[in-house]
């Protein structure tokens, strides 16, 4: 397996933009599908991006298509979430996991994940 540790969290004003990091270290990383999920308070954890092992694919659920754009960078072992034009509903912490499943955007799916990172937007 993977062990991940995000950063890069924090408190922005909405309109505001964090990059959210992911560095791996364990097995090979480039051998994972990469993704990040949020979980506010009271809430399930859910999907928000995902990058396949090469990079060469990417997928958003709706509420941040046109806002938020993952990548990875093999060589330095990290995965990246920039976040731009911040709303108050984006609010939460945010996870990154690794899986071996083409493509998945179901929690169950991925087998390692980090402790998380808060991202708290201001209305």
């Known amino acids: 397996q993977v062990q991940l540790v995000e950063s890069g969290g924090g408190l922005v004003q909405a309109g505001g933009s964090l990059r959210l990091s992911c560095a791996a270290s364990?097995?090979?990383?480039?051998?994972?599908?990469m993704g990040w999920f949020r979980q506010a308070p009271g809430k399930e954890r859910l999907f928000v991006a995902g990058?396949?092992?090469?990079?060469?694919?990417?997928f958003y659920t709706e509420s941040v298509k046109g806002r938020f754009t993952i990548s990875r960078d093999n060589a330095k072992k990290t995965v990246y979430l920039q976040m731009l034009s911040l709303k108050p509903e984006d609010t939460a912490v945010y996870y990154c996991?690794?899986?071996?499943?083409?493509?998945?955007?179901?929690?169950?799916?991925?087998?390692?994940w980090g402790r998380g990172t808060q991202v708290t937007v201001s209305s």
């Open positions: 996991a690794a899986s071996p499943v083409y493509g998945s955007r179901s929690r169950y799916d991925y087998q390692s």
């Open positions: 990058i396949i092992t090469s990079g060469g694919s990417t």
């Open positions: 364990g097995s090979t990383f480039s051998r994972y599908n």
